[in-house]
């Protein structure tokens, strides 16, 4: 099948629109017509090679859309349902076992690696093997041949380009107050960097019934945007100082931090602006070696540091919830969102990396 996709060439270079191939559907796979796809830090942190993906390689994965087309063993959804595209898991190891599916003991391989775990790729070029499967999505296309795993079916009367985000970068911010750290009602939760999974996370301390809610940013705009979100305070490292007024705030420290700019100088602020036994979730992905620094002591004294990755979320459970907070005017994902047309994909990379907009979103031509 012929289809349009964004092509990553070469590191750090703009996306090439192209005529792509792409493959049949194997038994537990899914072609969808994507609708639309969210533009997320990891798509471009990965186009700069943070991380040793391989290329020519088609990226996206906040993907939302149509089935088409179902392989043999795929039950659980049929063509013409309206689906969420979220992260790949191998559905074996000891932690997919688990419920643990995105600490899946193969996510470099499942979601990074460029191919099927076979070493087959879904697309190509003519003679071209072009990588593909990121997320096995490759969402920045016109369709996707995904995994049925990733395949997550909503509702249809709700605006399905809205959700694509959903399946990343939404269900990692949200997903970490609701299923990392448990935030409890009356809690103080302090979240540093207001991007889509910051505000995600602001959005989601509201619905756990955080009291004090309080947002760190370099950018105005964003701080009054998490103020109309939900937080009730809101700190800029660039005229305050940000471990202080969270403790002043908090009469001693917040229960909960949330780092997600992957800058280590922050994530000791996040760590350092905790309370006694208070739990910092690191979400923000830096590049592979970056090292950060604590006061051993103030680690010692019951603070918690832990990993956090797409918000411990069960998908097909999650979003669906997600959604149900949005309809319910509880979760306005709306209000973080700009579109663009999918010719449009660089000038939305750009506005996404100045800041200039909180959540892309890449509408696919029908």
């Known amino acids: 099948m012929k289809i349009q996709a964004a092509v990553t060439r070469e590191k750090g270079r703009e996306f090439s629109i192209e005529e ?32 040793p993906v ?38 074996e190891c000891r932690n ?9 003991l193969r996510l470099f391989a499942c979601n990074f690696g460029g191919s099927r775990l076979d070493g087959s790729t879904t697309l190509s070029r003519g003679p071209e093997k072009l990588h593909s499967n990121f997320f096995s999505q490759s969402s ?26 959903l399946g990343c970068g939404v269900q990692t ?12 009602p009356g809690s103080a939760i302090a979240v540093f960097g207001t991007g889509g999974v910051g505000l995600s996370a602001v959005m ?35 005229t ?27 994530f000791r602020q996040a760590v350092d602006s905790l309370g006694l036994r208070g739990v910092c979730g690191l979400i923000g992905a830096a590049p592979m070696g970056t090292e950060a620094t604590f006061d051993m002591n103030n680690i010692l004294f019951g603070r918690t540091v832990r990993g956090i990755v797409s918000g411990d979320s069960i998908a097909e459970t999650f979003i669906p919830q997600l959604i149900e907070f949005y309809l319910q005017g509880r979760f306005p994902l709306d209000k973080l969102v700009r579109y663009y047309n999918f010719d449009e994909v660089n000038e939305a990379a750009r506005a996404s990396e100045r800041g200039e907009v909180v959540k892309a979103i890449l509408r696919m031509p029908s």
């Not at 994507?34 to 798509?43: I, L, M, N, Y």
């Not at 997919?96 to 899946?104: L, N, P, Q």
């Open 20 to 51: 792509v191939d792409l493959a049949t559907p194997r038994d537990d796979e899914v072609i969808v017509r994507v609708v639309a796809s969210g533009v997320c830090h990891t798509d471009l942190i990965v186009r700069d090679q943070y991380y």
């Open 96 to 104: 997919c076992i688990v419920g643990a599916r995105s600490y899946c």
């Open 140 to 165: 920045w296309a016109t369709r996707a041949l995904v995994n049925a795993r990733n395949v997550v079916k909503v509702r249809k009367d709700v605006p399905l380009e809205l959700f694509g985000p």
């Open 240 to 266: 305050d100082d940000v471990v202080a007024g969270i403790q002043e705030i908090t009469g001693g420290g917040a229960h909960y931090s949330i780092e997600t700019t992957a800058r280590p100088e922050v």
């Open 54 to 91: 391989p290329l020519p390689i088609v990226l996206g994965h906040e993907g939302s859309g149509v089935v088409e087309r179902v392989g043999a063993q795929v039950r659980h959804v049929s063509p013409g349902d309206h689906v969420v595209l979220s992260y790949y898991f191998c559905g």
């Open 173 to 184: 911010g949200a997903g970490a107050v609701l299923n990392s750290l448990e935030a409890r």
């Open 204 to 238: 989601a301390a509201g619905i756990a019934g955080c009291l004090t809610i309080i947002a760190v940013d370099v950018n105005e705009s964003r701080l009054a945007l998490a103020r109309d979100l939900g937080a009730t305070h809101t700190l800029n490292p660039v």
